[in-house]
């Protein structure tokens, strides 16, 4: 019965309008008194943060903070695919023919993920994560290789939480919202970044709609409140780094595993640094 209350309720939540509503607030000069209490609800560490807590002018400005140089070094190694948020790890695993199997409790259609994309064959049998982002998080989204843009595909969706309740009892949550695709080029292949919507997000934005490039670690996008992450690699190109597991918690540019040429055989995994 609670269950089934919780559901309806998420239902009625993910209504378009109430996350443009929410969108706005986040937006006006009205929500920076929000700020101090929503910082000290989630812990956030504002040492982190590029500016002090009273010059953010609105809560969004807030939320799409950018952090001090050096808050977070990238793990510099050949070869090497990075996280790009820092995020929960909800699922990680390799594709099994087009499908990604038991995140949270449910298997995901890769075709209804990436919208029947036609580049979805290079990933009918490469390696995903789910990371999810936390209120707490910091929510820009950073190149996980260094490469260029192929593609951009944004599609239109729902807004349906993305916690733990809403994965496990909604069905096929992260196909069902708005997503903004991101296709990456690079020296081992290519790779799709799907940045998923979630409850109360107004928008996902690339923070240069111009730039056709990145070095891994370039800031390349953000979300406005918490949302997840879905990082797909092509067939036969990636090796997970040993240890990694779901239920851990990572930070932007610590390693993921290691990438290799298709058809050269897996690239030997390492400790984390």
């Keep these: 019965m609670a269950a089934t209350w919780m559901k309806w309720m998420t239902e009625l939540s993910s209504r378009k309008w109430i996350s443009k509503l929410m969108g706005r607030f986040s937006h006006s000069g009205i929500s920076r008194l929000m700020i101090p209490f929503f910082a000290k609800s989630y812990g956030i560490p504002l040492h982190e943060a590029e500016m002090e807590i009273g010059d953010y002018r609105t809560l ?88 260029k843009k192929l593609e951009s595909d944004h599609i239109k969706g729902r807004v349906y939480p993305v916690n733990d309740f809403s994965m496990r009892h909604m069905r ?11 296709y990456i080029s690079h020296a081992y292949g290519e790779l799709a970044l799907v940045k998923v919507g979630a409850m109360n997000v107004s928008s996902i934005k690339y923070t240069d709609e111009a730039t056709t490039r990145w070095e891994q670690g370039d800031d390349l996008a953000y979300f406005e409140f918490g949302s997840t992450v879905v990082l797909l690699t092509q067939n036969a190109t990636f090796t997970p780094l040993t240890g990694l597991k779901v239920g851990r918690k990572v930070r932007m540019g610590e390693a993921l595993g290691h990438l290799a040429l298709p058809g050269s055989g897996p690239s030997e995994p390492t400790n984390n640094k």
Excluded: C, W
């Design 60 to 147: 969004n400005e807030f939320f799409t903070r950018r952090l001090k140089p050096g808050m977070r070094p990238l793990h510099e190694e050949p070869g090497a695919l990075i996280s790009p948020v820092d995020a929960l790890v909800t699922f990680m695993g390799v594709i099994q023919d087009g499908t990604l199997l038991n995140v949270k409790g449910q298997d995901y259609s890769l075709a209804e993920l990436l919208n029947h994309s036609p580049r979805l064959e290079a990933y009918k049998h490469g390696y995903a994560f789910v990371l999810y982002l936390s209120p707490t998080d910091y929510h820009r989204i950073h190149a996980p290789v260094t490469g």
């Design 172 to 182: 096929t949550v992260l196909s069902r919202n708005e997503r903004l695709i991101t």
